[in-house]
């Protein structure tokens, strides 16, 4: 079983044709499943400014994680530890501008 899941959305808004060459971004989450703990990164060369947040099944927002991002040249990583979460699946929201990423992870 790979450790990856590779499930992601991407909102373009329409007629945002620069937008369309971001839905080749691949967001890597390993491990995946986890334990809550885990590694995010994607390539990333933008100036805009960035959020990701963590969310449970319910939509309940588990943990802002913008502040761990560390934003290199060309990428971004974090290591992210949701502190005693409950099993289920949780999903990764990464924002900027326009654009919404969501990552789908699962927490045994």
Request: no cysteine; net charge negative; proline share 4%.
């Amino acid at each position: 079983m790979s450790q990856h899941l590779f499930s992601y959305s991407l909102i373009i808004p329409d007629g945002d044709h620069a937008a369309m060459e971001l839905a080749q971004i691949d967001v890597k989450v390993f491990p995946n499943p986890s334990d809550g703990r885990f590694q995010l990164s994607f390539d990333y060369s933008g100036k805009e400014k960035l959020s990701a947040k963590v969310y449970d099944i319910t939509g309940k927002q588990v943990k802002d994680i913008t502040d761990d991002l560390v934003i290199s040249e060309n990428s971004v990583s974090a290591s992210v530890d949701l502190e005693s979460p409950g099993s289920g699946i949780y999903f990764i929201r990464i924002s900027w501008g326009k654009t919404l990423l969501t990552k789908k992870i699962v927490v045994k």
